[in-house]
């Protein structure tokens, strides 16, 4: 839309001929004699001055998503009829003319929801007025506005926002100063932004405290490829990490120290996710993702201090009869079936003690190394193999509780 205004204005203005400057200057001066700006530019003071706003985004600069400011680079024309400067351009030297806007009337625009101080009204008073002949005054303004901006991480990284800009008249009220919003920013017309993408603009107005408000908004969402090349995939990496603890020889003696390592990494990348963020209500789901791997990075290292109290027992330390039992039940009747299998029969009782890897029949006549021992002597666990079960127990566990939350982040995430 400004190509066209602009494109119009010049049309008005070049027509082919030559002004004196003491011709210029002297139309000038009769334009403006008896001119008050201290009243509204209307013959009828009853009614409201029309003002319009057009709005071109031209980039944005920054969004402190912690602070809430929203930083961005905008043109503003605006235009209104000023009722005592118009003239019959038939009968005169000029269709136009070129006025301080310190010299007539002014709308006194100013930002209303600024976060920092904002220059627009001492753009608009110190710039120049092009006016036509019908009374049209024309100003056109470039500047940097810093406005406050509600941030909605609930979906970080994948986050959009929806930031204003609010114009208002600093001196007059809705039934003195009307504003209405045009907007003619086109999306392809920004600047690349690498942050953020620009999904919507749009205007409405309305009235704040008697005075007619304008706001024009912007609708844009972060790039996520950062985010997740830099900090999501190695939590997802780490996660998987964390899990090698229970491969990890127990004689080594590095369990402990692996587990409270990878504990210690989740607690860095949750300060530092924690910096980036605002303090909102509702928490972010990638804050309630992370704080649930720090979760599960404890629990992993709570487990890894039980499984060592059995793996540094006595070798010969036995554990309770009942668990011991149970234990050699779940065995017996699981290679019970794996026999059945086999293209012989054996009719075989089984027991289990501390040497359940040696397997033999009833009449000793066959010997099978995938059965377990029999013998009368009662059933026998000790801590050492209780604690190789817990190993392979807490590793099955954990993976499937890590496979299961990644998909149900992702599946959250997609269908929101």
Not at 161 to 184: M, Q, R
């Amino acid at each position: 839309m400004f190509p066209i205004l602009f494109f119009l204005f010049c049309c008005v203005c070049v027509h082919g001929w030559s002004l004196p400057y003491d011709v210029a200057e002297e139309f000038h001066n009769d334009l403006l004699q008896n001119y008050s700006k201290r009243l509204r530019p209307v013959k009828d003071q009853t009614r409201a001055v029309e003002v319009t706003v057009h709005w071109q985004l031209e980039s944005i600069n920054t969004f402190q998503e912690v602070s809430g400011e929203f930083i961005s680079t905008s043109t503003f024309m605006i235009v209104w009829t000023d009722e005592l400067l118009q003239w019959n351009s038939s009968k005169s030297v000029s269709f136009y003319v070129l006025l301080d806007s310190g010299e007539i009337w002014n709308p006194a625009l100013m930002v209303s929801n600024p976060s920092g101080n904002e220059n627009i009204g001492e753009r608009l008073t110190a710039g120049k007025v092009r006016g036509t002949s019908d009374g049209k005054q024309f100003v056109t303004v470039t500047v940097m506005t810093s406005t406050t901006c509600q941030p909605d991480m609930d979906l970080y990284p994948f986050d959009r926002h929806d930031c204003t800009i609010k114009l208002a008249s600093s001196d007059y009220i809705f039934n003195e100063v009307f504003i209405t919003p045009v907007d003619d920013s086109e999306i392809s017309d920004l600047d690349d932004i690498s942050q953020w993408d620009v999904l919507e603009f749009y205007t409405y107005n309305g009235t704040e405290v008697l005075s007619s408000v304008v706001t024009f908004g912007v609708i844009f969402q972060r790039k996520p490829e950062f985010i997740i090349v830099n900090l999501l995939t190695p939590i997802i990496l780490l996660c998987f990490l964390n899990l090698s603890v229970f491969l990890l020889p127990p004689q080594s003696g590095e369990r402990v120290s692996f587990s409270v390592t990878m504990f210690l990494s989740f607690s860095v990348y949750m300060t530092l996710i924690s910096e980036k963020l605002p303090i909102t209500n509702p928490v972010s789901i990638f804050t309630k993702y992370l704080m649930c791997n720090v979760g599960y990075s404890a629990l992993i290292l709570f487990t890894t201090v039980i499984g060592l109290r059995f793996h540094m027992a006595k070798i010969d330390e036995q554990m309770p009869v009942w668990l011991s039992k149970m234990f050699c039940t779940c065995r017996s009747m699981k290679d019970k079936q794996s026999a059945t299998g086999k293209k012989y029969e054996i009719n075989i009782t089984t027991t289990c003690n501390t040497d359940y890897g040696d397997l033999h029949t009833d009449s000793g006549a066959i010997k099978d190394t995938n059965i377990p021992t029999m013998q009368d002597d009662g059933h026998s666990l000790t801590k050492m193999e209780f604690g190789v079960m817990l190993d392979k127990f807490f590793f099955a566990i954990f993976f499937a509780m890590l496979v299961i939350a990644n998909i149900v982040y992702g599946v959250y995430i997609i269908s929101v």
